[in-house]
């Protein structure tokens, strides 16, 4: 039978691999040791690599990001992992200002290898301050790359994948989906003996022909919740696209998708304003225009702070009924 693991196996997975893979790999964060990690990701890496390869940090990241960024300039290949992404903006100037520039304002001569990992969701009751979904800001700036998985077998080849690059790779991930299990075949039964996925390689989740559902992270789950709903109850086929990458963008693949269905749908748990939705959008809407048989539609969280209270939080969030519902209209 395929193998079956968790989302924080996979992830520790590909970090153990790559632990193994490059000498100069190091995961830094807060609680990573001997803690075993905030969400268990790390756990067992600091027993079998050591306090060299696995470094608890205090609770500054400022500092530890800083740090991480001032080291792979030198050579490391620092793994960064932040409690929650809402914590980055106490990082902000490293992240955006440094990390992303020094490449470009050193004619190509100084590269930034580091990834900064962690969960980066709402849905869990944890407050305005803790919950925010920023791939859309980090995205914005040219330099940087977004990643964000929506499963166990994405989760594992692309933190690989980003590790190896060579450029700042912000790897947003959910608390939400830590625990979920997918098939993750084992090295053993993989020809190339390893799980690495391309950064910037979208993935048609479920195949259809009456509407395309685009998403990214754990909006990916919900609209494949959808999709069946729409099939089950109006004989509607919905295709599901994972773009897996928000930078880089496949756009060829959202192209192809939207020409195979001719309608659309951009589900995300990001903001409405100036959120990923409205980039693609744009995007199609730029060169896919002739190709539509209905408006382009987003389908995002409600444009507020993250609300504290578990029945109201539900209600922010995308749903996959609502998802639905809003295909169906346009159908």
């Known amino acids: 039978m395929p193998r079956e693991i968790t989302y924080r196996e996979a992830l520790r997975e ?6 193994a893979f490059d ?5 830094i964060g807060e609680e990573v040791a001997e803690y075993n990690g905030a969400y268990k990701v790390t756990e067992g890496l600091w027993k079998k690599w050591g306090d060299k390869r696995i470094i608890d940090a205090p609770i500054s990241e400022a500092g530890f990001i800083g740090m991480g ?3 792979s300039m030198l050579g490391i290949r620092p793994v960064m992992e932040l409690m929650f992404f809402s914590f980055a903006y106490v990082a ?3 992240m955006m200002n440094n990390a992303a520039t020094c490449r470009y ?3 190509g001569l100084i590269h930034v290898p580091i990834v900064v990992r962690g969960p980066a969701n709402g849905g869990t009751n944890v407050g305005a301050t803790h919950s925010h979904t920023p791939e859309n800001i980090f995205a914005n700036m040219p330099g940087l790359k977004v990643v964000s998985p929506s499963d166990g077998y994405d989760a594992k080849g692309l933190i690989k994948s980003a590790i190896r690059d060579n450029d700042p790779v912000y790897f947003m991930e959910s608390t939400v989906l830590y625990g979920e299990k997918c098939e993750v075949p084992s090295n053993d039964e993989l020809e190339d003996g390893e799980l690495v996925i391309p950064l910037g390689k979208a993935k048609v989740k479920r195949e ?15 609209s494949l919740e959808a999709a069946q709903i729409l099939e089950e109850k109006h ?8 773009l897996r990458s928000i930078r880089p963008l496949d756009e060829q693949a959202i192209l192809d998708t939207v020409r195979k269905t001719h309608r659309a749908v951009y589900i995300e748990e990001n903001k409405p304003f100036c959120g990923v939705g409205a980039q693609i959008s744009s995007m199609i809407m730029e060169q896919a225009f002739d190709d539509l048989d209905a408006p382009v539609l987003r389908i995002t969280s409600a444009d507020a702070p993250a609300f504290y209270s578990p029945p109201i939080e539900e209600l922010q969030l995308p749903t996959a009924e609502e998802i639905a519902e809003r295909a169906l209209s346009i159908c």
């Open 14 to 19: 590909g970090l153990d691999e790559e632990l």
């Open 23 to 27: 000498d100069n790999v190091v995961i």
């Open 69 to 71: 960024i001032g080291a």
């Open 92 to 94: 902000f100037d490293q």
């Open 105 to 107: 304002m050193s004619g």
């Open 208 to 222: 259809g022909a009456d509407i395309s559902l685009i998403a990214h992270g754990r909006a990916v789950v919900t």
């Open 235 to 242: 004989s509607i086929h919905a295709e599901v696209l994972d």
